[in-house]
């Protein structure tokens, strides 16, 4: 059983979604940077495009996205043009081969059905890819109906991503977002009916008001619409850098025991129905890719989370999207009209970012193994990079700090998260983050 260790499940931690974080992106990182990378990308190196959409039609006062009002369609006509002008600079500078696309946001639906679409065929024609490649859809339910799935469908889309988060009424009231049980089955009925049949749903715990029945109902009723992929994210409170989460009260979180009693609940629950347990926060059924990522040991990390994509770049498109080189991280100007003019102007949108020299690139590979491995041979991750294992020779004083608590097994270069210890692997990938002295108040807490 994992053990709740009151000082270390409320230590922060970043999730890893890259290495460095992108709290240590600067301004030195910009357009030119990132015109050399994707010139940089070798012909048919596999490609995932990630696509920004940053509207929605209501706004969640839990969000933590950079997205706003859906606004008048001529903004988003704008925004549309900008983002095709966009994919045509970037498929004309770079040589590798599309191989899956994910659209997020934002609500991806918040634009008109024939929007999005058009927007897919733009991609798939614009770029270079494979024939059938993986095209992932972040869906709010509360505007969503059978006529969008069906347009969906029909433009090649193979996964939807559902925010369910909480089936509780009470909980929904308390984020501002209400979305009943009927209305999430509906749209599963027909993202099916239109053969969309991968589904992955978000949920969250640590919600404001919410209690382990919460947890448990809102994972009884999510299974029984079969999702493929269910991801069990925190809910992290951060008002002083999120405004809109000033409008729920910090009085009705549960505390750091209940989060991590809500967390190993959620993990019980669906393992004992039937999902594998992916990384830290995701689970699947044993069927699907992602499951069969992790059993091979080829389970990727990047800014969308676990994922199954073979290595290779990540290019983001659209305002704030953040793109992933093996040299490089940069993210587009974050907001809409900066974004605009950047690319009107003939100029890519990057404005800030990290290289990624070879430290870099071998400290990120050692925290993704963990992550998505639970252990990682050290030895191997340094020889694979050209240095001696010695390398993460200052990561071990905190290592085997958390050995000396059970949370963690050293044998030599090899080192292992027991079962005590597996809530805690971002504080263990910590260990190895070079740049990890006292900025930590940035990151939600561990667990
Ligand atoms: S629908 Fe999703 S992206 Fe939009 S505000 Fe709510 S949580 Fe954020």
């Known amino acids: 059983m994992a053990s709740f260790l009151a000082d270390l499940a409320a230590r922060p931690a970043p999730r890893y979604t890259s290495y460095p974080t ?9 357009a030119a940077a990132q015109g050399e990378a994707l010139a940089a990308v070798a012909p048919g190196t596999p490609v995932a495009l990630y696509v920004h959409v940053p509207y929605c039609q209501a706004i969640c006062w839990y969000c933590g996205c950079n997205t706003g009002p859906a606004g008048k369609p001529e903004r988003q006509a704008r925004y549309l043009d900008t983002l095709k002008r966009e994919a045509g600079m970037v498929a004309a500078r770079m ?4 191989v899956s696309i994910h659209f997020g946001g934002g609500s991806p639906n918040a634009l008109r059905a024939k929007d999005l679409a058009a927007l897919i065929g733009f991609l798939r024609t614009t770029f270079d890819s494979v024939e059938r490649p993986e095209i992932a859809v972040e869906l709010d339910p509360r505007f969503f109906d059978a006529a969008y799935a069906a347009a969906l469908a029909a433009a090649g889309v193979t996964r939807a991503c ?24 509906e749209v599963v009925r027909g993202l099916r009916y239109a053969g969309i049949r991968h589904l992955t749903f978000d949920l969250m715990y640590g919600l404001p008001g919410q209690g382990p029945d919460d947890v448990a109902g809102t994972i009884e009723q999510a299974v029984g619409l079969h999702p493929d992929r269910i991801a069990m994210f925190g809910y992290a409170h951060m008002p002083a850098l999120l405004p809109r989460q000033r409008a729920i009260d910090a009085a009705a979180l549960p505390d750091t025991a209940a989060r991590f009693a809500q967390s190993e609940l959620a993990r019980v629950m669906l393992i004992e129905r039937g999902y594998d347990a992916i990384g830290f926060d995701h689970y699947a059924r044993p069927a699907d890719s992602l499951s069969q990522a992790a059993a091979r040991g080829v389970l990727r990390r990047n800014f969308q989370g676990f994922t199954d994509e073979p290595g290779g770049a990540v290019i983001g498109l659209g305002a704030s999207a953040i793109s992933q080189y093996d040299g490089l991280l940069v993210q587009n100007e974050k907001h809409e009209q900066n974004y605009r003019a950047r690319i009107e102007g003939g100029m890519l949108a990057g404005c800030r970012g990290i290289a990624r020299g070879a430290d870099e690139r071998m400290r990120g590979d050692a925290i993704e193994r963990l992550l998505c491995d639970g252990r990682v041979d050290l030895a191997e991750v340094a020889g694979r990079h050209g240095r001696p294992a ?29 079962e005590a210890g597996r809530p805690y692997v971002r504080l263990a990938a910590a260990a190895f983050d070079a740049w990890r002295d006292g900025s930590a108040g940035r990151f939600s807490q561990a667990v």
Request: hydrophobic share 50%; glycine share 10%; proline share 5%.
């Open 162 to 185: 559902l925010g369910v988060q909480t089936f509780a009424a009470d909980v929904q009231q308390r984020i501002g977002r209400i979305q009943p049980y009927w209305r999430v089955a």
């Open 95 to 98: 040589r590798g081969r599309v």
């Open 390 to 418: 010695a390398a993460f020779a200052t990561a071990l004083p905190q290592i085997d700090g958390l050995a000396a608590r059970a949370l963690l097994d050293r044998d030599g270069w090899a080192i292992a998260m027991t």
């Open 22 to 30: 992108a709290a240590e992106f600067g301004p030195s990182v910009g």
